[in-house]
């Protein structure tokens, strides 16, 4: 009877031994399941972090690029600016006449009996005067002032002299190497009176300006079109043309 107690209580006693050695596991079990749990919180913490710095990063980068170009424009802006001052000076320079110069002070403060008089006026330039200083100016370089005396005919009343402003126009825009410029106002010469003098000379300013452009099928274009309507121009002109379909490589 005592060995069936003894026996008894010894499975009991290993029952409750167990018990609690499960109830230990299972309280391990989820303790380490909490800091899984805290450890994937921290870490998606971490990876959010991160993110964040970069794209704030990425902003500030971007601001940056932004503030460049916001600078880049504004002197862009700033120097056309000071270019249309510039021609518009020089535009009023070539149309007014020049601003009268003080007359000198005598000692006792009164003004000289030959200066008293008023200067006389400087006489109007004819549009023949103005396209001569213009060509005048493009034989010198002067690209600016050839541009801003063709500008002043073309502004003018209508005439035949336009055309040549035009042309005049074209050739300053050349000199400033404002290809594609040029090559406009070259076309717009030939069209104001495609069979007019300029005609050829303009056709051939085309392509120049098209091959100075690297644009060569265009410049063979118009040359094609130069020798079409023209099969018999000038030596200078055919000259000139044989030389442009060398450098286009025309077929």
Not at 202 to 229: F, H, I, P, R, W
Request: with cysteine; hydrophobic share 40%.
């Amino acid at each position: 009877m005592r060995s069936v107690m003894s026996c008894f209580l010894s499975v009991s006693g290993r029952l409750s031994l167990w018990g609690r050695a499960g109830m230990l596991a299972g309280g391990i079990s989820l303790a380490s399941l909490g800091c899984a749990q805290a450890a994937d919180s921290n870490s998606l913490t971490l990876q959010l972090l991160d993110r964040v710095n970069t794209l704030e990063e990425q902003t500030r980068e971007m601001r940056g690029q932004i503030d460049q170009l916001t600078n880049q424009v504004q002197q862009q802006n700033a120097a056309m600016s000071k270019q249309i001052d510039d021609m518009n000076f020089a535009m009023q320079q070539h149309g007014h006449a020049a601003p009268a110069v003080p007359a000198p002070v005598t000692a006792a403060g009164g003004v000289t009996p030959a200066a008293a008089a008023p200067a006389p006026a400087t006489a109007k330039r004819s549009l023949d005067d103005v396209l001569k200083a213009g060509n005048d100016a493009l034989l010198q370089h002067d690209y600016v002032t050839a541009q801003a005396d063709a500008q002043q005919v073309l502004s003018g009343p209508k005439s035949a002299r336009q055309i040549d402003a035009q042309y005049l126009m074209a050739q300053s825009l050349a000199g400033q190497k404002q290809y594609r410029q040029s090559a406009l106002a070259y076309y717009d010469t030939y069209n104001r009176a495609p069979h007019g003098q300029r005609a050829p000379s303009a056709l051939l300013g085309v392509a120049a300006t098209l091959v100075a452009l690297n644009d060569k099928a265009s410049a063979c274009q118009a040359l094609d079109k130069l020798s079409s309507e023209f099969p018999a121009p000038a030596p200078r002109i055919k000259s000139a043309e044989q030389v442009y379909r060398k450098r286009a490589k025309c077929n």
